[in-house]
């Protein structure tokens, strides 16, 4: 897992063949004016998903994995927080591993909780069970899906 700053997104790109596009597409576009939906910025490879979502709590928020995608995360409006715990700890599976929507459910409790605001983003790899949507009142939020 990454969390910093848009600021020093550019430090990452080295990291994954396509996350220099995914940060340009986030650095170059007000994602402040996209409205929610889905747009593919590469068939099969990279996606973009603004979504606005009510906050839950620690509690509600459920664990989840992908296996083919790495998430980039980043706020848009409001403050979300995500649970955090490493995938070999993650051992209550909620259902088995959906390969069609690449996701996988998880009710162990997360060992950290960590705070995105916007002009920041956190990056969840495979290796990352993470817990999206927590905090208080509506959030606008965007997620890259980006293929492993």
Known sequence: MVLDSLKNSGAYTALHPLFQQAFDY???????????????LIEGKLTLSVMEVTGKTPEAAKLEAHKRYIDIQTVISGTEAH??????????????????????????????QIAVKPGEFVIFFPEDGHAPCIGQGPIKKAVFKVLV
């Open 26 to 40: 986030l650095n170059q576009h007000d994602l402040s004016a996209m409205e929610p939906g889905k747009t593919v």
């Open 83 to 112: 649970g955090w715990l490493p995938i070999d700890a993650c051992k209550q599976e909620t259902a088995p591993y959906d390969a069609d929507k690449d996701i996988v459910f998880f009710t162990d409790t997360p060992s950290t």
